[in-house]
Nanobody, 118 residues
Framework: QVQLQESGPDLVKPSQTLSLTCTVS??????????WSWIRQPPGKGLEWIGYIAYSGSPYYSPSLKSRTSISRDTSKNQFTLQLTSVTPEDTAVYYC??????????WGQGTQVTVSS
């Protein structure tokens, strides 16, 4: 059974870079046909897809966040990482990593709260 766990700072200052890591166990992030996503939920709002990195290593980003987003991976550690630059308080959210298969997110991490504040 696949498990995902987010890690990273819970407080980031405005204009800085938010960096989160998702550690995956029970499956390899290079397994064919799986995509590894970052998703967030701001307070009082719905889920927002940020982007994913495919099993091939190719990243894809939401158009609205593309200019500030980078998703990479470390296959030796079975981890993938989100970097979001120039954050503002509007980036405050619970951030989730998830596995996507056949257009469905079938496994999720528990989520981590990130607050952007000075």
């Amino acid at each position: 059974q696949v498990q995902l766990q987010e890690s990273g700072p819970d407080l980031v200052k405005p204009s800085q870079t938010l960096s989160l890591t998702c550690t995956v166990s029970g499956d390899s992030i290079t397994t064919n046909d799986y995509w590894w996503s970052w998703i967030r939920q701001p307070p009082g709002k719905g889920l927002e897809w940020i982007g994913y990195i495919a099993y091939s290593g190719s990243p894809y980003y939401s158009p609205s966040l593309k200019s500030r987003t980078s998703i990479s991976r470390d296959t030796s550690k079975n981890q993938f990482t989100l970097q979001l630059t120039s954050v503002t308080p509007e980036d405050t959210a619970v951030y989730y990593c998830a596995r996507e298969y056949l257009n469905s997110h079938d496994s999720w991490g528990q989520g981590t709260q990130v607050t952007v504040s000075s």
